[in-house]
């Protein structure tokens, strides 16, 4: 299965998607500062290319109603870490995402809460699994 091309995203445009997810709709300034608060030195005419290829890709709208263009998401963070953790687990584990998981349990530090969130999630699939509701 083919995950969409779409979706491939270069480190600025995710690192500018971020901003506009975190911080909400914003002018090109508005988002280098942002940039710049988390030690990321770009020039400004680096944003605005970034946002104009972004919304080329239908990933930002812009409304340009006003002196400033202010810039939003046009897709949830949620889709797109579905899209790239989707592509990831094609590219690596041919689609399987039990390895993809493995993985990740074996090899990052986790809280107490993200633990017992990872059990409460397994015994739901358990319990899915064997046809009974929790």
């Known amino acids: 299965?083919?995950?969409?091309?779409?979706?491939?995203?270069?480190?600025?445009?995710?690192?500018?998607l971020k901003a506009l997810w975190d911080a909400?709709?914003?002018?090109?300034?508005?988002?280098?500062?942002?940039?710049?608060?988390?030690?990321?030195?770009?020039?400004?005419?680096?944003?605005?290319t970034v946002l104009t290829r972004l919304e080329q890709k239908g990933f930002v709208t812009s409304d340009k109603s006003g002196l400033a263009y202010v810039?939003?998401?046009a897709v949830?963070?949620?889709?797109?870490?579905?899209k790239r953790v989707k592509a990831l687990m094609?590219?690596?584990f041919d689609g399987?995402?039990?390895?993809?998981?493995?993985?990740?349990?074996?090899n990052e530090r986790f809280t107490k809460g993200e633990i017992q969130e990872l059990a409460k999630l397994i015994e739901d699939l358990d319990a899915a699994r064997r046809g009974r509701r929790t």
């Open 76 to 82: 949830t963070r949620e889709r797109v870490t579905r």
């Open 24 to 48: 909400g709709p914003a002018t090109v300034r508005q988002v280098l500062a942002w940039l710049h608060h988390r030690g990321r030195r770009v020039a400004y005419t680096t944003v605005l």
């Open 71 to 73: 810039y939003r998401a």
């Open 1 to 16: 299965m083919a995950v969409e091309r779409q979706f491939e995203l270069g480190d600025a445009e995710l690192e500018v």
């Open 90 to 92: 094609q590219q690596l």
């Open 96 to 106: 399987a995402a039990a390895p993809l998981v493995l993985q990740l349990i074996q």
